[in-house]
C-alpha cells in the first residue's frame, strides 16, 4: 500500500468559497451557517483532479482535510483537522475540537500552526509551555500533528515559497533548542516539505547543537517523521540520507504549492514518487516504510485501513 | 589565490565590548566617543585566531567588517562594511556611511540587512522602491551587497539557525518576484549560508516560477552570486550543481556560526575548504573561479590586491 500524509482539497466546489467570503465578511459578529455543497459536486471536484492522480501515481490513500471527503471515498482518503488556533489564544483552547474530530469523525491527526499570527511570530515558540494543554491531548488521543504553516499577512513572506519552508526550519529549532520531548516522550510531529532547510544545513544544525549542548542532531532527527515533499531526485536522496528510512513518510502536497508541469520532464513537479522509486540503495523494507510502515506508526489511528 | 568571502570578526578584543555597552546604554541620547583598544591587542586577537586558522587551511585573503584590522594586515583582510539601518529608517540614509567606507576606507562591499526589525519583518520587502537608493548607490560605486540578517529581537528564530537561513532565503525569494534586477542590470547581490534553502528547495522554486511567470530559476539564480558556507560534503556538491561554478564564491564564515569540532572528522565544522577540494568533478579552472575568479567578480574593487 501506498499512502500519502499531505494533501490539500484546493479544488473545492464554489459553495465552499461563497461560504468562506460570508464568514470572512462577518469577521467580529460571526452567525452560523450551512454550507451549500452536493455529494455530486464534491465528487466531481475530486475525480477529474486528485482521485485521477492517485490512480495514474499508484498511491492508494491520502491523508486529507475535509470529513465529507473522506466519508465519501473512505478508502482512498484519510481526514487530518486543522485546529481553530487565533494569535494570543492559548492553545488548549483547540483541544476540543482536535477530540471531536478525532473521536467523533475519525480523523488521524491534526495540522498545528506554530505561527496562528501568519508570519509576524508574535506568539511564544513551541517549546514554551503555552503549547503544552495541546501536547497532552495529542498524546492522550495518540495522535500525531503536523507542523504547518498557513497563509502569511506579512508581504515580507511568499506564502508557499518562503513563510511555509521557514516555518518548518523555525519550528524544528524550536523543538531542538526546547525540552518538549522529555516532557512528551510520546509525541509524534511531522515535518512537511521534507523540514524545510534541515537536510541541507544538517552541519549547521549539527554544530550549533553541540556548541549549545543541545541533544545530538543525530539522535533529535529521529523524534521527529519528515515528509518527502520535495521536488528533484538530489534533494530526496540528501533527505532520506540525513534523516534516516524510519522517519520518511511519503507525500507528495497533492494539489498544493508545485501544481505545474516539470518542462524538462513533461511530469508534474508533485509526481514525486518516481525520485523514491528511482535511489537504488533503497531496499524493499526501506520502500515499504517510507511508502505504509511509518505513516501506520506515526498515525496509529489508520488502522481502520485494511494492511495491503 | 584563495579569497574568503565571509568572515566574523568575533574575537574582539574588551575594549570593544565596553564600548557597545556604551553606546547601548545612551540609546536615544548618542554621544560621540573614542573605542579604547590598541594595535597589539588587536594583533593578539586575530594572530592565535582567524590568521593562524587562514594560514592552516590555505587561505590567502579574507573580507572583513573592520577597518583597523585591514590597516594592520592590508594582504590578509579586506573591509566589507555594515550600514547604518534601522526600522523604519529609509536605506537611502545608508548611502552616505557606503560612501565613506568605499572610498575614504576601500572597502569593498557592505552588508544589507533585509530586516532591520530583528526578526519582525516590518519592513518593505526587498523589492519595494523603498530600498532602490541603497541600489542606485550599490551600482555607482561598483560594489556588491552581501544579503545577511543582524541579531532578531523575536524569541520564535534562533539567530544563526534560524533567522539567518530564513532571511537568507526570504530574501532570495523577494527578488524572484521583484524587477530589481530588471530596475538595476548592474546590481550585484551575495547570498550567504549556500542561500539558506534554495538548492535543496530549488525545484519548488522552479515550480513556483513558471507558476507565477517570474523569470525562469535557472536564469534567475545566476543573477545572484552565494557563498559556500555549508559544511558537509552533501550540501557543498548540491550548492555547487544547482547554482553552478560562475556563481559560487568560496566562504567559510570564520569564526562564526559554526566555531566547533565534528566529533566525526576530528576537523572544525567552518574548514569547508576541503568539501569543494574532494568534488571530483570540478575542474582546475572551476576552482579557481570559486575561490578567486568569482569573488573578483563580484567585488571588482578587490583587484587592490595582486593576482596570484
Known sequence: MVIDAHGHYT???????????????????????????SDDEIRASLEKGQIRLLDERGIDV?????????????????????????????????AQELERCVKEFGFVG????PDPSGGYWTGPPLGDEWWYPLYDTLQALDVPAMIHASATCN??????????????????LQLMESRVFRD?????????????????QAARYRALAIMNKWEPFDDFVKRIYFDTTVYNQDAMGL?????????????????????????????????????????????????QKIFEGNARKAYPRLAVLARG
Open 239 to 287: 533527505l532520506i540520507k540525513v534523516v534516516g528510512v524510519d522517519n520518511i513518510i511519503f507525500a507528495s502536497e497533492m494539489l498544493g504549492g508545485v501544481n505545474t508541469t516539470d518542462p524538462v520532464t513533461g511530469k508534474s513537479f508533485d509526481d514525486n514518487r518516481r525520485f523514491i522509486d528511482a535511489i537504488d540503495w533503497l531496499t524493499d523494507e526501506d520502500r
Open 155 to 172: 508581504p515580507a513572506f511568499h506564502t508557499t515559497g518562503s513563510h511555509y519552508l521557514n516555518t518548518d526550519a523555525t519550528a524544528f
Open 110 to 113: 491534526c495540522n498545528l500552526n
Open 184 to 200: 512528551f516522550p510520546k509525541l509524534r510531529i511531522v515535518m512537511p516539505h521534507g523540514g524545510g532547510n534541515v537536510p541541507y
Open 11 to 37: 479544488t473545492v466546489p464554489p459553495g465552499l468559497r461563497v461560504f468562506r467570503a460570508l464568514q470572512i465578511s462577518q469577521m467580529g459578529r460571526p452567525v452560523k451557517s450551512a454550507i451549500n455543497i
Open 62 to 94: 491520502m491523508l486529507e482535510l475535509i470529513y465529507r471527503v473522506c466519508k465519501l471515498y473512505p478508502s482512498r482518503f484519510v481526514g487530518v483537522c486543522s485546529l481553530p488556533q487565533s494569535p494570543g489564544v492559548s492553545p488548549g483552547e483547540s
